[in-house]
């Protein structure tokens, strides 16, 4: 999870416009993969309305900016967007009739998201050419809400959470196909968290931990595999404390639900993202020995490797829990590569804790990370703590551990030289002919001449690799 930019991943499916004619939706996504496929299924929704995704939001009759609060430059960045955003409404507003002589209607601005469900009435008051600030649990409720903005503006809805409305109202049932583009898909299967770590936001702009029932889930997935998608993503902020109801009602497990997906057929490869070490149980570690399909890569954010800071964290696990999860996950799966989350900087924590978290990465031997620097967030326990660390000793420490942390994802890339890994094809390299896909174990791996491998698995030959891919070669075209 970073606070980066996301492309906007939307792409219109053919579905027929009403007589009103095509009209343009533009969705900028920042944040977490549950805000992309929020993304998604927010262009899912207004689909049916007429409204087709374009990239660029000069062209559009509608803007969303779907936004993260989880540090306070995502935050920041929706207000320096906004006002860009404004200036492009304006100048519509100004040339409202086209060269055809039809009259343009104005830009609609919404601003959804974490930022929509911490600030809701700040934006408005910032930027008060927004339209309308739409909360996480609130998305299918968009066509109604747009109506409603012809009348009259400054709508904010979606303050409470009720994930299952949004879920049920959202189903494929209801709105029709999800617009998939590609062969791997996000699916989100658990909303919300209950660990109320004392740094993050989660717990406040996304509610309480809920799951949606396996029925809906193996749905969405049956849907998306038929439509040719090879790897799905479970998505949740803390999904492997997956519990939805099971087909007797009582609650399901992931790893059980893992075992009821990995009998569609199509479906390949099965990730799930993020988990938390105390939610790690054996039956889902169990799993990944039993199911090909699970993929040999798993995302467990440690956040330091300092007891003390664990605790001052509230994470409610110690640096061992953590370590001897990952044991037990490699000794199901001894080639399990692993990724995690740091925060350097974090109230009270000394050169001494540090160079704890050093010595835990040292132990685990990551494949990937992301590491931030500790930012202070309006209302979390952690801001208003003693001994604020000052930023350029937090600087220091994010470039010793990201130093550490890119040497070992360069030669966990480079170890993979003569090996063979199956790769699954998901778009064209900026090269003729190139084709970029994934490792199972997550790595982008570029071959030439493999254009027509596109949605397929199959073996390629790793040449050489980098801090962030591997290049090969094909050696078979499996027919998959
Ligand atoms: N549910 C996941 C991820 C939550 S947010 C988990 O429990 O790990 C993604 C990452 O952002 C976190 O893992 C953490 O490393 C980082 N993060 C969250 N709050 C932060 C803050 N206030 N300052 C810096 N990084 C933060
Ligand atoms: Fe945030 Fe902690 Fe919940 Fe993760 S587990 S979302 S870091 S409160
Ligand atoms: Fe950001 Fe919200 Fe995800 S705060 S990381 S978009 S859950």
Redo the contacts with the bound molecule.
């Keep these: 999870m970073t606070e980066t930019l996301v492309p906007p991943a939307i792409d219109g499916d053919g579905v027929a416009p009403p007589e009103t004619g095509t009209r343009h939706l533009f969705i900028k996504t920042y944040g977490c993969q549950m805000n992309v496929y929020d993304s998604e299924r927010m262009a899912d929704v207004l689909r049916p309305l007429g409204y087709a995704t374009t990239d660029s939001p000069e062209d559009a009759d509608f803007v969303i900016l779907n936004t993260c609060h989880i540090r306070e430059k995502a935050a920041e960045k929706v207000y320096s967007e906004l006002g860009k955003l404004r200036e492009l409404k304006d100048a519509r507003a100004r040339n409202s009739t086209t060269a055809t002589g039809n009259s343009k209607t104005p830009m609609i601005i919404a601003v959804a998201g974490c930022v929509a469900q911490a600030e809701g009435e700040e934006i408005m008051r910032r930027q008060p050419a927004v339209d309308l600030v739409v909360g996480p649990q609130a998305y299918h409720q968009l066509p109604e809400l747009l109506t409603r903005t012809a009348r009259a503006r400054g709508e904010r809805i979606g303050a409470d959470f009720a994930p299952n409305a949004k879920f049920d109202a959202m189903s494929s049932e209801r709105i029709g196909p999800r617009g998939v583009k590609g062969p791997t898909a996000f699916l989100t299967v658990q909303e919300g ?1 209950d ?3 004392t740094f ?1 936001v ?2 406040y702009t996304r509610g309480a931990e809920w799951s949606r029932p396996v029925a809906d889930i193996l749905i969405e997935a049956r849907a998306l595999a038929e439509r040719g998608v090879r790897e799905i993503t479970l998505l949740g ?2 999904v492997n404390a997956y519990n939805g109801a099971g087909p007797d009602g009582a609650p399901s497990t992931l790893a059980r639900l893992a075992h009821a997906l990995a009998e569609i057929p199509g479906l390949d490869r099965l990730r799930y993202t ?1 988990s ?1 070490p105390n939610d790690m149980s054996e039956d889902l570690i169990a799993a990944h020995g039993e199911l090909d399909v699970l993929m040999p890569y798993l995302h467990l ?1 440690v956040q330091s490797g300092s007891d003390r800071i664990l605790r001052l964290m509230n994470r409610k696990h110690g640096q061992k829990t953590y370590l001897d999860v990952i044991d037990r996950m490699r000794r199901v799966r001894p080639d399990m590569a692993i990724s995690g989350d740091f925060i350097v900087g974090f109230p009270g924590e000394t050169d001494r804790d540090f160079a704890d978290t050093l010595n835990l990465v040292r132990q685990v031997n990551y494949a990937s990370a992301f590491s931030f620097m500790y930012s202070p967030r309006p209302g979390t326990p952690a801001a208003a703590m003693a001994g604020q660390v000052p930023e350029a000793v937090a600087r220091e420490r994010l470039h010793a551990l990201q130093a550490l942390l890119f040497e070992q994802q360069t030669a966990f890339n480079t170890s993979q030289t003569g090996k063979t890994l199956p790769v699954l094809f998901e778009r064209k390299g900026r090269n003729p002919g190139q084709a970029i896909g994934r490792s199972p174990y997550l790595q982008s791996v570029h071959v030439e001449n493999g254009e027509h491998l596109l949605g397929r698995i199959v073996a390629v030959e790793i040449e050489s690799g980098t801090q962030n891919s591997l290049a090969g070669r094909l050696v078979e075209q499996k027919a998959a």
């Design positions: 968290c660990k109320f770590c993050c989660v717990p902020q803390n993020t938390h954010p």
